[in-house]
């Protein structure tokens, strides 16, 4: 069944991929990808560690536990695979990465010719990647697969009585690392033992905090006021900030949305003609104190820019669910996002001691917002309260690593000569 479903899926994208930039380049950039590799790596006889990660968010996410394992192992190199095509696009210029690709569908010929080409002696998902034809083809092979910083929640579908299709996928493992205690007995619940190490996320941030980018531009922008910024906005957020900003001129804000096309950006302009506007890619050599609205309208800038604002609003919360808010609380700023927050360990965690701020309408983000800009003793103390969270958390990657190095007989693993040419 699953089977059948995978190819019906794939079909019905073909169907409309005629219709769709995004699906159409999901389905070419996948071709030739595991001949293309079998050519790269036919040249090498060096073991592989495989990292595999949903989009750039997971990557950044299994990014610490790689560069960790790779600094401890150096003979190992390190193939990339993502299943998102934006980001693919942008794990193209990561250093570390040796070999990088998208994951073919996940068929059971797909997997078998992936795992025959790919040999990994050390195989990391990351976080909810659960494709059972891979996973059930490594298992097979005696290749070590660990997933790591997961959650799970009571109502997935591994956990009830029906689930045990997905329950099998769960036990492809060698082991489950988890960000929470509540996972972890949920988990043990059908058997399947985990240990509780984290989210690696904090250990990136800190390390994105310690190197971050300078900004000139929007470091002028933000010089001497107070400053809001919004990251990663989606029309939801934009709409109620659009109303909330009225409330306060002389508040600045930096607007980094989610979406950075042509279309979109000119909407945000035209829901805040009441503001002075600048685009951040038009504002280099200009008077930044003419503005009080700067657009970043460019991306891989957000995680630098958040510590030149005193409260960041984290977007999302309206709809999905909220971006990564760790990338801001490492700065010692307060949080502020929407209601739908409770899939993130760190946001209920940090709404619990009160470092972060929930609203669910125009009139509660106003009254934030004065209170922040305000009551500069509270504004600090949350921002603390964030700061110490993070910092009290990090570490995730080694846990991890010790546990994964004490199981591992990587002599066993490795590839014997010639093995891969073969």
């Known amino acids: 069944m699953y089977s059948i479903l995978l190819f019906i899926t794939y079909g019905l994208l073909w169907l409309a991929s005629p219709f769709s930039k995004k699906i159409r380049a999901w389905l070419t950039m996948r071709n030739g990808t595991i001949k293309t590799l079998a050519a790269s790596l036919s040249k090498e006889n060096q073991p592989i560690v ?63 010719r992936f795992v025959k080409t790919v040999k990994p002696q050390m195989t990391l998902w990351i976080r909810y990647e659960f494709w059972s034809n891979h996973l059930k083809e490594l298992k097979r092979n005696d290749y070590p697969c660990y997933l790591i910083s997961a959650t799970f929640r009571k109502r997935q579908i591994f956990f009830y009585p029906w689930g045990w299709f997905f329950r099998a996928i769960l036990r492809c493992f060698n082991h489950i690392f988890v960000q929470n205690e509540a996972s972890q007995e949920l988990l043990a619940k059908i058997n399947i033992a985990s240990t509780v190490t984290g989210d690696t996320r904090f250990d990136r941030v800190i390390e994105i905090a310690a190197r971050s980018k ?82 970043i309208n460019t991306i891989g800038m957000l995680s630098s820019i958040y510590r030149y604002a005193q409260v960041a609003y984290i977007g999302c919360g ?105």
């Not at 801001?328 to 899939?343: E, L, R, T, W």
């Not at 509660?364 to 009551?375: F, G, H, K, N, Q």
Request: glycine content about 4%.
């Open 50 to 112: 495989w990292l595999h990660c949903a989009s750039l968010g997971e990557f950044e996410q299994g990014r610490p536990i790689l560069e960790a394992f790779l600094q401890r192992h150096p003979q190992y190199k390190a193939l990339i695979t993502l299943y998102s095509t934006s980001g693919y696009e942008q794990v193209k210029k990561y250093h570390s990465a040796h070999y990088l690709a998208l994951l073919p569908l996940d068929t059971c010929f797909n997997a078998r």
């Open 214 to 295: 300078d900004y000139p531009t929007v470091a002028q922008f933000a010089e001497g006021g107070k400053t809001l910024i919004a990251g990663s906005s989606w029309p939801s957020d934009e709409r109620v900030l659009a109303e909330v900003m009225r409330e306060f001129p002389d508040v600045k804000l930096i607007m980094v949305p989610h979406e950075i096309d042509e279309a979109h950006i000119a909407e945000i302009e035209q829901r805040f003609t009441y503001r002075r506007t600048i685009r951040y890619t038009e504002a280099e050599g200009k008077d930044m104190k003419q503005y009080d609205l700067m657009i």
């Open 318 to 422: 309206f709809d999905d669910g909220i971006h990564n808010i760790s990338e801001a609380a490492v700065y010692g700023i307060p949080v502020v996002f929407a209601p739908n927050y409770h899939k993130f360990e760190e946001a209920n965690d940090l709404v619990a001691m009160k470092g972060a701020l929930v609203i669910r309408n125009a009139e509660e983000l106003i009254a934030v917002i004065r209170s922040l800009y305000t009551d500069e003793n509270r504004r600090q103390l949350l921002g603390k309260i964030c700061k110490d969270y993070i910092f009290a958390n990090s570490g995730t990657s080694e846990k991890s690593l010790n546990k994964i190095d004490a199981e591992s007989n990587y002599s066993h693993n490795e590839p014997k000569a010639e093995s891969r040419r073969q």
